[in-house]
């Protein structure tokens, strides 16, 4: 059962960092700037750049580190 439902968080953390790698923004406002019509939760575009590359970082982990305990098959 721990296996599954860890399996399933795997695949969310998944989904998650495709979009978070997708709203990074290489030279322009990328995909970023759909979201950022009106007002800001940020104070300035690097404030968020860095929280994204945080949020980035944090699911690679996740994702990463689940993958190498499910492939490795610890839990059954």
């Known amino acids: 059962?721990?296996?599954t439902v860890l399996g399933w968080v795997w695949v969310?953390?998944?989904?998650?960092?495709?979009?978070s790698v997708l709203l990074?923004?290489?030279?322009?406002?990328?995909?970023?700037?759909?979201?950022?019509?009106?007002g800001s939760m940020f104070t300035s575009a690097?404030?968020?750049?860095?929280t994204l590359n945080r949020?980035?970082?944090?699911?690679l982990a996740i994702f990463l580190g689940l993958a190498v305990i499910l492939s490795a098959g610890w839990l059954s």
């Open 12 to 19: 969310g953390s998944g989904v998650l960092l495709i979009l």
């Open 24 to 38: 990074h923004s290489p030279k322009g406002d990328g995909m970023g700037g759909l979201a950022a019509s009106g």
């Open 46 to 50: 690097r404030s968020a750049e860095q």
């Open 55 to 59: 949020i980035t970082w944090t699911l």
């Open 1 to 3: 059962m721990i296996s």
